[in-house]
């Protein structure tokens, strides 16, 4: 007995180093395989303040850039309002309406990591919750992962566990949107049928499988493609239309649908 | 003694704070950003409590995993400088290091800066190891590290160079 409690003083850096290697192991490999935690996250309350609180600072430096890409947006928005087939500038029933939007400023970016995550300015409190399609002023951002109060963080396309309903615009061939970590320009697009045509330049926007994102939001352009190891599939490599290092306004996107939906489906799996 | 806890304390809060509000957001090059951070470890007291050493490397790790989003990442890193340590100084500093009276004034600028690299390449080589966790990507974990290692090391050079502790 005398020499294992010898044994394990003499050692007892090293154990402390193996309770402690093992305690981030396991975090390390859970974060790898499941859901962000929902406990340690840049959402919560004191992480969320000190990036509120630089990102306050830090925003005013490309006000100029953001107000003049805001504005391009809203002069893209009134043509297609004023070119609209129906009467759209009657009043909107937003009772009826199925998708709900939310504006939202980034306080944290993330771009270069295998799996990032962004942080927005908005929670709970406003109406956010999990699963929410995020987009910037010109293309898909990601998806809601974890909510606290007043903030929200969200897995971005760029981030190996990300996996989006994706078509080529105009048809109705869909697969899959992941990244591969290595660009973050550079998404990739899978599950593409051989018998498609694709030619580069051609615009990928999500498709419609999904209950997250509405539609044809546009996602990027074909920048090359080639088969995949068993030749029957595209990869296809997609450049993003965000500029995912420099975004600073998003949009939530809600559907109203969605609960409907995923009830629906889950009675029919079972 | 006591003074010598506050500056401790006080540099780990100073130090998660420029990580996590500068470093994190510099992405020079596209992909690079620093962790400098990794100094707190040349910094932290020689003759202290190794367990209290490993527990604050433990906790430094943690609180910028919580704010970065890469749980447990930056905390398995440090702590492995954290124990690797000793050996390491062991290394650079040869004998010197196991006399009572060693300190960092009777050391030559080449040790030091040995000292620092091997503390930045062992936490940037785990660090990005853990974060990717796949063979396939050994060139663009390798790529990181070199590069990421080599603008780690410069800043904390010159952290370093600039605030000196004074006797320790």
Known sequence: MQRIINFVLRYRNTFLYVFFAFIALVMTIRSHSYHQSKFFNSSRWISGSIYGAGADVSSYFNLKKENKRLVEENQRLRKMLFNAQDDSLAPLDSTLAVYQVLNAKLIKNSFTSPRNYVTIDKGEKDGVHQDMGVITTDGILGIVENVSTNFATVQSVLNTKSNINAKIKGTEYFGSLIWDAKNYRVVQLIDIPRLVPVVVGDTIVTGGMSSIFPENVPIGTIKKYDLNASQSFYNIDVELFSDMANIKNVYLIENKDREEIEELESRTIE | ?168
């Open chain 2, 1 to 168: 003694m006591s003074s010598t806890l506050i500056i401790n304390i006080l540099r780990f809060v100073l130090l998660v704070i420029t990580q996590v509000l500068i470093f994190n957001n510099l992405n020079f090059l596209g992909f690079i950003n620093p962790f400098v951070y990794v100094i707190f470890f040349y910094w932290y007291p020689i003759k202290g409590n190794r367990a209290v050493f490993m527990l604050s490397a433990f906790l430094l790790g943690l609180v910028i995993d919580i704010f970065s989003d890469t749980l447990a990442l930056n905390a398995l890193a440090s702590v492995t400088i954290a124990y690797a340590r000793p050996s390491i100084m062991r290394f650079c500093f040869g004998v010197n290091y196991d006399f009572q009276s060693f300190s960092f004034k009777n050391t030559t600028k080449v040790q030091r800066v040995t000292f620092l690299a091997l503390l930045v390449i062992l936490h940037h080589l785990i660090f990005f190891s853990f974060e990717i966790l796949s063979i396939a990507h050994i060139l663009l974990i390798l790529k990181k590290v070199l590069a990421t290692g080599m603008v780690t090391l410069i800043l904390c050079v010159l952290f370093s160079s600039l605030f000196s502790p004074k006797s320790e």
